[in-house]
Nanobody
Framework: EVQLVESGGGLVQAGGSLRLSCAASGFTFDDFTIGWFRQAPGKEREGVSCISSRAGGGYYADSVKGRFTISSDNVKNTVYLQMNSLKPEDTAVYYC????????????????WGQGTQVTVSS
């Protein structure tokens, strides 16, 4: 059974940092792309970043480039999202997701989803 479990969300002041973790199990980690998505109240879910350990590539949304860094630990089967210089507009529920294929920022291409973790950035 594929499982994705996010952790690390919380409340932080603008300019602060958080590190989200996505612990994966139930599949061959190296064969999958892991993506981070977020959904703010009243908005559609959007791609934030993704990484493929096999392809070595990644993606960052323009809104987070230079502030967020995605990384993976293939021994722990965990993907991290380091978020620095957080802004109030980063407030959302953050989800990690997995797909067996190359990197993509399209929500519909991901087959497995975690339960989400809330990130709130106060001004």
């Amino acid at each position: 059974e594929v499982q994705l479990v996010e952790s690390g969300g919380g409340l932080v002041q603008a300019g602060g940092s958080l590190r989200l973790s996505c612990a994966a199990s139930g599949f061959t980690f190296d064969d999958f792309t892991i993506g981070w998505f977020r959904q703010a109240p009243g908005k559609e879910r959007e791609g934030v970043s993704c990484i493929s350990s096999r392809a070595g590539g990644g993606y960052y949304a323009d809104s987070v480039k230079g502030r967020f860094t995605i990384s993976s630990d293939n021994v722990k089967n965990t993907v991290y999202l380091q978020m620095n210089s957080l802004k109030p507009e980063d407030t959302a529920v953050y989800y990690c997701a997995a797909r067996e294929g190359p990197t993509s920022d399209y929500v519909g291409r991901y087959d497995y989803w975690g339960q989400g973790t809330q990130v709130t950035v106060s001004s």
